[in-house]
C-alpha cells in the first residue's frame, strides 16, 4: 500500500489517497476467486434477494424502490403501515461491542438475517 499526497497540509493523514500496487498474477487470481465467491453466493441462494448493499445492479435506489412497492402494496390491500427510520452512522464508535454481542444472542436467526 503506497500514500499519495492528494492536497493541503502533508500532516494530516486524510489529506492521503491509498493506492495499491497489485501484481497482474495477483489481480487475475483476485477476478478468479471473487467468480468463485460469486457464483457459489448465488448457487446456493447465501445472500437473501432483499440484500442491496454492496450487489452489483443494486444500490440504496433499487433497495428504496423495492421498498416503496412493498408499501403500496400494503397500502393497496388496506394494512396498516409502520415505518421506522434509524440512523445508526457512527453509533457501533461508542457502543460496547460485548454489551451489542449479548443482546444479540438473544434474538433468533430468521431475526439476525
Do not use: W
Amino acid at each position: 500500500m503506497t500514500f499519495i499526497h492528494k492536497k493541503g497540509q502533508k500532516d494530516q493523514l486524510g489529506n492521503y489517497r491509498p493506492v495499491s500496487l497489485i501484481s497482474v498474477p495477483g489481480k487475475v487470481m483476485e477476478q478468479f476467486i471473487l467468480s468463485a465467491i460469486m457464483s457459489h453466493t448465488q448457487d446456493k441462494q447465501v445472500i437473501r434477494p432483499s440484500q442491496h448493499g454492496f450487489m452489483k445492479g443494486r444500490s440504496c435506489l433499487t433497495n428504496l424502490i423495492s421498498f416503496y412497492d412493498k408499501v403500496i402494496c400494503l397500502v393497496d390491500e388496506g394494512k396498516a403501515v409502520d415505518v421506522v427510520y434509524l440512523d445508526f452512522s457512527q453509533a457501533f464508535d461508542t457502543a460496547s461491542h460485548s454489551i451489542l454481542l449479548e443482546k444479540l444472542a438473544g434474538l433468533d436467526g430468521c431475526t439476525l438475517r
